[in-house]
């Protein structure tokens, strides 16, 4: 059975730092490009960033460039999203979620395993 467990979500005042984790079991996870999604309040979940399953690649949304990065431990099974210089707009539940399909994927439909999410909240 595989499993993604998120950790590190809370609330930050503006400006501040999260660092959220994802541990995977049950997954070869040096197969797999892993991602992070959110879903703020009211919206559709959306695309925040990826990485490859070599750690050779990432792909970030315009709204997080230059602030978030994402980083992998294929030793650990373990995927980190750092965020930094957080805005209120960053309110969401932050998703963990991995793909068999290589090229770093932003659409959902190719993730075939999520995690049960995180939330995070930043207050103005």
């Known amino acids: 059975q595989v499993q993604l467990v998120e950790s590190g979500g809370g609330l930050v005042q503006a400006g501040g730092s999260l660092r959220l984790s994802c541990v995977v079991s049950?997954?070869?996870?040096?197969?797999?490009?892993m991602a992070w999604f959110r879903q703020a309040p009211g919206k559709e979940r959306e695309f925040v960033t990826a990485?490859?399953?070599?750690?050779?690649?990432?792909d970030y949304a315009d709204s997080v460039k230059g602030r978030f990065t994402i980083s992998r431990d294929n030793a650990k099974n373990t995927v980190t999203l750092q965020m930094n210089n957080l805005k209120p707009e960053d309110t969401a539940v932050y998703y963990c979620?991995?793909?068999?399909?290589?090229?770093?994927?932003?659409?959902?439909?190719?993730?075939?395993?999520w995690g049960q999410g995180t939330q995070v909240t930043v207050s103005s």
């Open positions: 979620a991995g793909s068999l399909s290589p090229g770093l994927p932003r659409e959902q439909r190719r993730y075939e395993y």
């Open positions: 049950g997954l070869t996870f040096s197969s797999a490009d």
């Open positions: 990485i490859s399953r070599s750690a050779g690649g990432t």
